[in-house]
């Protein structure tokens, strides 16, 4: 006789054969009948009211997937878009100060690797894929990261092939096919909620074509909300940023997608381009001022009244340049909600660190009616010591706390509390000792996703059909 455990009853099997053939009876103790009879009858009087009380109540989002598998009842309560706004609402105190979040590092363009962070609380949602590793690893097709909003990814397959994934949930939506010119240059995912439900935008500049005083960049925009691409036309002098070379992936803060601009040959970053998709002006402006300053065009899609628009926005005074501002020696993220900007560099034997903010009121603080003059808060300028470390780069801001950064030391990767020299070790590069030129590569081309989870996952809208 064997015991087998299933649908958490146990049942015992009873092993016998026939015309050579083998075969099982189960047979189902009376105190497991029992039992299903007791749940079915309270599932025939309990009422929607408590059972979204007591779901409301489960300490984890991870509990809430397994409940909604149970059957179509609770999936159906557990999908009301009024449980997910009284869920987050119950929840909200908890995730106040240290929601959980994971930070993704891929290490090349194309590269379909990633490493995981996992915060003490993700690794509770995640269970035992946070150990495995690899959010990616179910899906057959190759996929790559290429942008991020609170707890979803932008994924592509091809150039013209995206999709927007839940690696909590395992939801997979995908996009109709982008417009394809030819290699895309950047792309950039822009999140937003509205009445708890996803809302987004995705960006592509499919083109730069040089001409003599200015780039033409060819653009497309996909909306949530039309389930389909618009195309359009931007132009930017070439004064401001004459190679017009793309650094790394897109950053959504307020809004707004921030990319990485380089400059001439050897002279590295040069500014940043802010994308925006929604709200914009239609009219160009240009000044400069002691702090940053603004160029931008603007192109409306011929179906959305929206037009988007680009603007140039400077590096803050007192960063460095030339070699100071290569690839692996600077890095943007946000934190809060803000967007922020690093700069690390060697200097007698131990490293500085500078870290500014972009003041987002700074125009109505100001009473300002336009955004050509920004401003750049220097909110950390520190010396990091680290004995017998060669090299050091950030990878990563801390989404929640001001004061705590990710970096690389060599090849060991530590949260680090800046100003107070406290260093955590929580992980190493996955091929072990890396040689200088390899490291050079992997600064060069490495980008970092952070997913920040809410209280109930994202659920991600169905397309609208066209």
């Known amino acids: 006789m064997k015991t087998c455990l299933v649908g958490g009853s146990v049942m015992d099997a009873l092993e016998e054969r026939s015309r050579g053939k083998r075969r099982f009876v189960i047979s189902v103790s009376e105190d497991d009948s029992t039992e299903a009879a007791a749940s079915r009858k309270f599932m025939s009087i309990v009422t ?12 984890h989002a991870r509990y809430l997937i397994q409940q ?18 009284r869920f987050n609402q119950f929840h909200s105190h908890e995730l106040s100060h240290s929601p959980p979040y994971t930070i993704l590092i891929r290490f090349a363009h194309s590269d379909r690797r990633i490493y995981e962070v996992f915060s003490e ?3 509770i949602l995640f269970g035992a894929r946070s150990i495995q590793g690899n959010h990616l690893h179910f899906m057959t097709d190759p996929l790559r990261v290429k942008g991020s909003f609170q707890d979803v990814l932008l994924t592509s397959r091809f150039y013209h092939a995206y999709s927007i994934y839940n690696p909590l949930t395992r939801q997979r939506v995908p996009l109709p096919p982008a417009p394809n010119k030819g290699l895309q240059e950047i792309c950039g995912l822009l999140g937003g909620l509205k009445d708890s439900q996803l809302c987004y935008k995705v960006l592509l500049i499919v083109r730069a074509i040089k001409y003599e005083d200015q780039y ?16 359009s036309t931007l132009s930017f002098p070439r004064t401001l940023a004459p190679m017009f070379d793309f650094w790394g992936e897109c950053v959504a803060s307020n809004g707004i997608l921030y990319c990485f601009l380089r400059g001439g040959s050897g002279e590295g970053l040069r500014g940043l381009a802010a994308f925006h998709l929604s709200n914009g002006s239609s009219s160009s402006s240009s000044s400069s ?19 988007i628009r680009i603007q140039f926005i400077h590096l803050p005074v007192g960063f460095g340049r030339g070699w100071r501002a290569s690839r692996e020696r600077v890095y943007h993220g946000v934190v809060q909600g803000s967007l922020r ?5 060697k200097k007698k034997g131990n490293f500085v660190l500078k870290v500014w903010e972009l003041n987002p009121n700074y125009n109505v603080n100001n009473n300002k009616d336009d955004d050509d003059d920004l401003e750049w808060l220097l909110v950390h300028e520190v010396t990091v010591k680290r004995n017998g470390t060669n090299r050091m780069f950030v990878v990563g801001f801390h989404p929640n706390k001001g004061d705590v950064i990710f970096m690389f030391c060599d090849c060991v990767l530590y949260k680090y509390k800046i100003g107070q020299e406290e260093y955590k070790k929580i992980g190493q590069l996955p091929d072990g000792k890396f040689s200088k030129d390899m490291l050079d590569q992997l600064t060069s081309h490495m980008a970092t996703f952070t997913l920040v989870h809410p209280s109930l996952p994202t659920l991600i809208p169905t397309i609208p059909s066209v």
């Open 48 to 59: 929607d009211d408590l059972l979204l009380e007591i779901f409301i109540r489960l300490p």
């Open 68 to 85: 909604s598998t149970v059957c179509k009842r609770w999936l159906s309560l557990l999908s009301d878009p009024l449980f997910t706004r």
């Open 121 to 123: 609380k993700s690794k």
């Open 216 to 231: 033409r960049l060819d653009a497309a925009v996909f909306s949530s909300d039309t389930g389909k691409w618009c195309q």
């Open 289 to 307: 001022s002691s702090s940053s300053s603004s160029s931008s065009s603007s192109s409306r899609c011929s179906t959305d009244d929206e037009p």
């Open 341 to 345: 900007l690093s700069q690390l560099i």
